[in-house]
Each structure stands twice: as structure tokens, then as C-alpha cells.
């Protein structure tokens, strides 16, 4: 029997996660509200946080697990991308941790990991498969090979999905974080109502920042000519702004697709949690017969299940590190 401790600490969220033989026995995570008065993460007051919420975390998914700390084979941590600071408390916690009880150290790439969600909960995509990972702050497609063999089709050459969202909230006037409002808004919208331009970006990339600005020129000419014109057109604002959002994503998806030949796609990330994101895929997936694979809501922002499921399939690998790891803002798939 493998008994891993999955920790996530690579932005605001504080997450702990039991894993028993590739099994979820627990995911618990500690979100951070102080930053919503700032508009968006503030690094040092992230890392202060981890540091206040980590140990009860950890204690609160053992005990949901129902195991004992010494149960525990191989402690699995995100090193990295992510704030330095937060990926710091969580790599120190995960480091003292091992060291203490003499066990194994594994160090888990977030964004394989998002991947690797998948994994956690059948249906589980086969070999190989497109994944579209989407957060705020990666856009990528990646072709998943193996569990740890990845290749990086496309990604954003400036913002990313998520950070387009939350922007694009911001001009709105809308509280963060403001991607799930936007959601909840479109619902109500009409999302032909606002025509926003789509980047002709080459290849398999993307670019968002143009059409960040575009929503806010957009939004400005027409507070001249009404000063109510958000109140009063919220829902069909945002309806159209996530329209075109998934419409750049899913289009780059289909190219994707078309060019390997790949029909088994999933997406991950944070942004994946998006109703708007999640039906047009699976309208995609049903024109061109696709084998669709979309996570579970708790599964596609950031949480520690996801540290543990990768961390399981490297136990099974041995690839252990040892104790002079150290965090890593970058990383790549």
C-alpha cells in the first residue's frame, strides 16, 4: 500500500491531500479572501497565509482520511510555477515533513499535475490525449504521451485565459475575483451582442492582451453615449466576452487536433471550471467525435488531490529528490 500527502501552495490556496494506492481519501483547501479588497493576489499576504493555514490543513486531511501521520509513505509538494513565497511554505512544510519521518520527497510540476487530474476519478483518458490548460496563469495545449511524457503544442504569448478574465472584470467593474462572475453573468446574456475581434495568432498560440483591449475601448465608447450602459448591459457584455474567449480557445483546440490527429482532448486548469468553456467543448466533441475528458469542479482549481495523484504515479517510479530541492516560480510542462 502507497500512502501519499499531496501539499499545494503555488498562489492563494492552501491545500492538503491524502492519496491511498492512486485513491483520493481527501482534499482539503484554505482559500485566502483577504485579497479580494486588493483586486487581485498580493504575493507577501499569500505567503503569510500558507504560513497560518498549512498545519491545520494538513491535520484536517489526515484526519478525513482516517490514517495516522505515520501512515504516510512519500510526501509530494508543488515546486513549481507559482508565487516564490507561497511555493516556499508549502516546499519547507513538505521538506520538514519528510525529513522528520524519514520518508521519500517528491516534487510535482503544477501544471503537470493539472494534467494529471485526470487521473484521480474514471472516465481517464488513454494515451495519448490534447490537453488544453487553462489558469490564470498559463494557456497552453499539450500533448500527453505518458504520465510524465509531455510536449508543449501552443501557448499564450502575453495573458493568459484566466488573467484575461479577471481583467476583463476589472474594466466591468466587477469584484474579484471576477472570472466566475463573468460566468454567471453570460448565462443571462446574449453573446452576439457585442462583437469582439478574435487574434490571428500563428501556429498553436495565443494572445489575449488585444483583446483586453478591445473589450475596454469597446466599453468606453459606449459610457460616452449611455453612462448606464454597464449596468444596463452587464449580462450581454459579459455573455460576449466569454463567447470570444472560448471561441479563441476552442478554435486553437480544434487546429490542435486536426494537426496530430488526436481525438482523445481534455481540458485543466482553473478556467475549465467555466460553463461556457465546458459546453462548447463538449458541442466540439460531438461534431467532430471526440473523446471528451473534462475534470470535476473541485478537481480544476488548484487543490492538492492533484499534487497526490502525480505524486502517486512517481512513487511508483521512485523519482525521489532530495533535501537541497528547492521552489521554482518557472517551470515548464
Avoid at 5 to 17: K, P, R, W
Avoid at 92 to 100: P, R
Avoid at 233 to 254: E, G, H, P, T
Avoid at 274 to 301: A, D, H
Wanted: hydrophobic share 45%.
Amino acid at each position: 500500500m502507497a500512502v501519499i500527502l499531496g501539499i499545494e501552495s503555488s498562489c492563494d490556496e492552501t491545500s492538503a491531500s491524502i492519496c491511498i494506492d492512486g485513491e483520493i481519501k481527501s482534499n482539503i483547501i484554505a482559500g485566502q479572501a483577504i485579497h479580494a479588497k486588493y483586486g487581485g493576489v498580493v504575493p507577501e499576504l499569500a505567503s503569510r497565509a500558507h504560513q497560518l493555514h498549512i498545519i491545520p490543513t494538513v491535520d484536517e486531511a489526515i484526519q478525513q482520511a482516517k490514517i495516522h501521520k505515520n501512515d504516510i509513505d512519500a510526501v509530494a509538494f508543488t515546486r513549481g510555477p507559482g508565487l516564490l513565497g507561497s511555493l516556499l511554505v508549502g516546499t519547507s512544510f513538505a521538506k520538514s515533513f519528510a525529513l522528520a519521518r524519514q520518508i521519500p520527497l517528491i516534487e510535482v510540476n503544477h501544471m503537470q499535475a493539472h494534467i494529471l487530474a485526470h487521473f484521480i476519478e474514471e472516465p481517464k483518458p488513454s494515451f495519448p490525449f490534447l490537453c488544453l490548460t487553462v489558469s490564470g496563469g498559463h494557456t497552453q495545449i499539450v500533448l500527453v504521451k505518458d504520465y510524465f511524457e509531455m510536449e508543449l503544442l501552443g501557448q499564450t504569448l502575453d495573458d493568459a485565459a484566466g488573467e484575461a478574465f479577471d481583467k476583463t472584470a476589472k474594466i466591468l467593474n466587477l469584484p474579484y475575483p471576477g472570472g466566475p462572475l463573468i460566468d454567471k453573468y453570460a448565462q443571462e446574456g446574449n453573446p452576439e451582442a457585442y462583437k469582439l475581434p478574435e487574434p490571428q495568432i500563428p501556429e498553436l498560440n495565443f494572445s489575449f492582451s488585444g483583446l483586453k483591449t478591445a473589450i475596454l475601448y469597446m466599453v468606453q465608447a459606449e459610457e460616452k453615449k449611455n453612462p448606464n450602459f454597464l449596468a444596463e448591459n452587464i449580462a450581454d457584455v459579459c455573455a460576449s466576452v466569454q463567447q470570444r474567449i472560448v471561441s479563441i480557445l476552442l478554435n486553437k483546440l480544434k487546429k490542435a487536433a486536426k494537426q496530430t490527429g488526436v481525438r482523445n482532448i481534455a481540458i485543466a486548469g482553473g478556467v475549465s471550471a467555466n460553463s461556457g468553456l465546458r459546453q462548447g467543448l463538449l458541442e466540439m466533441g460531438e461534431q467532430y467525435q471526440w473523446n471528451v475528458f473534462i475534470p470535476k469542479f473541485e478537481y480544476c482549481t488548484d487543490n492538492a488531490a492533484m499534487i497526490a495523484i502525480a505524486g502517486y504515479h512517481k512513487y511508483l517510479r521512485k523519482e525521489f529528490v532530495g533535501q537541497d530541492i528547492a521552489p521554482l516560480a518557472r517551470m515548464h510542462v
